[in-house]
């Protein structure tokens, strides 16, 4: 298993940034996948961006341009880097781990942070 623990979640104006934090406690080198969702009131969870163990990245297309995933290992961090935040950007984010344990795949999750983006 992996406890994941964010931060970073802000309340911010329009156009401002935000950078979210990931800390796992444990190495996350070999988990296959790391990503961020987010979750909206009344919305359902959705992806946000994820990355996986050698580096390939995914986005949702309304962050695309705007929001950059990174993780470092030796830190076992995960980071979200959101720039030219929007309104529509407010939500609660979510820290995901998806790993393989030789069986099946499992994902941890993390508490949230709140993000909120005032107009």
């Known amino acids: 298993q992996v406890q994941l623990v964010e931060s970073g979640g802000d309340l911010v104006q329009a156009g401002g940034s935000l950078r979210l934090s990931c800390a796992a406690s444990?190495?996350?080198?070999?988990?296959?996948?790391m990503g961020w969702y987010r979750q909206a009131p009344g919305k359902q969870r959705e992806l946000v961006a994820t990355m996986g163990s050698g580096g390939t990245t995914n986005y949702a297309d309304s962050v695309k341009g705007r929001f950059t995933i990174s993780r470092d290992n030796a830190k076992n961090t995960v980071y979200l880097q959101m720039n030219s935040l929007k309104p529509e950007d407010t939500a609660v984010y979510y820290c995901?781990?998806?790993?393989?344990?030789?069986?099946?795949?499992?994902?941890?999750w993390g508490q949230g942070t709140q993000v909120t983006v005032s107009s």
């Open positions: 995901n781990a998806h790993e393989y344990d030789g069986l099946r795949y499992n994902d941890y």
């Open positions: 444990r190495s996350i080198f070999s988990i296959n996948a």
